[in-house]
């Protein structure tokens, strides 16, 4: 990665945050509508036990509802590609489905699943299933037939094309849907975590609003994008060490 | 006369309908280089894959061996590197690494493409590619060898140097070859029969024995006896487009 790319949008944001402060002590704005950037730093600082034990939970059910959406994503990915006929029969119903408001799911999930982590874990897993299974069917389908001729001609097993070419064909287009759905995953759980849950970002936020703490709520906004961000990074190790021909 | 190494008989191709290829019937000795030249869309790419055993005719038959079969745009696997990609036709036979390593390097050395053992396709030169794509090919280990339109991409210096590479390669190999390609010159070059396809559907408009002695040289194509016959391949291209 070229140092500009990180030194740029670093410069940008700092000047954003510079901005903010300054109309903050120039307009003299409540605490209680807008806090400073400073402000926000030293409640998290100020809070960081509460805010870590919050975020922990609220990274399990992103992780958690990132796993299984990456198995059900790949799985029917692979099975409408595998099996035309059901492709046929599943995928307008699948794009259909995007069409349904998550949100409005999230207090079903609730009555039928409870407080604790499986209606969080859901929402997660449907807010970022469609990116995984969509953009890795595509790469399926678009594998290069040449390549996979090749495989034929020498005979390989189905397996052996799965193995040689489809899945690290895949691989670039999976990638993508993932950063996709990264993004998707920590603001899915506290999504889940707002209609109800004893502990999460989520929860922590609707009750620092109600209590007017806005500083909080900013707080945990803060470290949403830090989470967000770490999961975002990890997938980017992951796509260096599984994709070293990118980097050619 | 030496023993058959393909063998096609009355092959025909029909795709949704559209009939592609027609009664096509030709042989390929051993030790013989066989081209088989068309206009574009003339389904000639259709016939050979149907020799390498990865599409199926409508009619007909196709008798040989397994094939190694280079498809069209080198089909170089990305994400292998070079030497990787050499190991594909013993990593799909299930044959350990450990055994063809010294053979694989060998090649690599003798054809002076050892530097680019750790190399991904992508840093490589085109002409480079295809050389790696046909030593790939040659490792499979057969005595016949499928090549689609394997320097088509190529600019035209690239190809005359690869032509000469091919042409050592293949007598070293020993190997059968069919070559599909849409250049008269590289034909000419290479081979010992040149099939014409063309008409729509295609089908077999005549067949020429190449009677230039090896090797040859490129200077050799641009007199007389050569220069007559492609001319004629020329003329002949031209009426079936």
């Given amino acids: ?248 | 006369m030496s023993a058959a190494r393909l063998v096609v008989k009355g092959l025909s191709k029909t795709y949704a309908d559209v009939p592609v290829l027609s009664d096509i019937s030709l042989t390929v000795r051993d030790g013989e280089f066989a081209s088989i030249i068309g206009p574009n869309a003339s389904g000639k790419s259709t016939l050979l894959k149907i020799c390498a055993g990865v599409r199926v005719p409508t009619e007909g038959v196709v008798e040989c061996e397994k094939p190694a079969y280079m498809p069209q745009d080198h089909a170089l696997l990305p994400w292998r590197t070079v030497l990787e990609n050499l190991y594909l036709p013993s990593d799909v036979a299930g044959i350990p690494r450990a055994r063809v390593r010294t053979k694989i390097t060998d090649l690599l050395q003798e054809f002076g493409l050892a530097q680019y053992a750790d190399f991904y396709p992508a840093a490589l030169s085109g002409g480079t590619r295809q050389k790696i794509a046909l030593l790939r090919t040659v490792l499979q280990n057969n005595s016949l060898l499928l090549l689609d339109e394997p320097f088509a991409s190529l600019d035209a210096l690239t190809r005359t140097e690869a032509h000469r590479w091919l042409q050592t390669l293949v007598q070293k190999s020993r190997a059968s070859v069919l070559l599909v390609t849409h250049d008269i010159r590289e034909a000419l070059f290479l081979s010992d029969t040149i099939y014409v396809l063309g008409g729509r559907p295609s089908c077999l408009r005549e067949v020429f024995t190449v009677p230039f002695p090896r090797p040859r040289t490129h200077a050799q194509l641009l007199e007389g006896e050569a220069l007559a016959l492609e001319n004629k391949l020329f003329a002949l291209l031209s009426e079936t487009v």
């Fill in chain 1, 1 to 248: 990665m070229k140092l500009e790319t990180i030194v740029a949008p670093a410069l940008v944001l700092a000047a954003f945050f510079a901005v903010w402060e300054l109309f903050c002590w120039v307009a003299d704005v409540s605490y209680t509508l807008l806090p400073p950037p400073s402000a926000i730093f030293v409640a998290i600082i100020e809070y960081r036990e509460i805010l870590f034990m919050h975020a922990s939970q609220t990274l399990l059910e992103a992780i958690l509802g990132l796993v299984w959406a990456i198995c059900l994503g790949v799985g029917v990915a692979v099975l409408l590609f595998s099996m035309p006929r059901a492709r046929a029969g599943i995928y307008p119903l699948l794009v259909l489905s995007q069409t349904i408001p998550i949100i409005a799911l999230a207090p079903l999930l609730l009555i039928w699943f409870g407080f604790d982590l499986v209606p969080k874990v859901t929402i997660v897993v449907l807010y970022c299933f469609f990116p995984i299974a969509i953009a890795t069917f595509d790469a399926l389908s678009s594998t290069d037939e040449n390549a996979v001729d090749f495989l034929k001609s020498m005979r390989a097993s189905r397996y052996q094309a799965l193995l040689f070419v489809y899945v690290p064909s895949a691989l670039p287009a999976f990638f993508s849907g993932l950063r996709i759905a990264v993004t998707y995953a920590i603001a899915g759980a506290i999504v889940g975590e707002f209609v109800g849950a004893y502990k999460g970002l989520g929860i922590f936020m609707l009750t620092s609003a109600n209590s007017h703490a806005i500083v909080l709520v900013f707080a945990a906004l803060f470290v949403t994008v830090f989470l967000t961000l770490g999961l975002l990074a990890i997938v980017f190790l992951l796509e260096r060490m599984l994709m070293p021909w990118k980097r050619v």
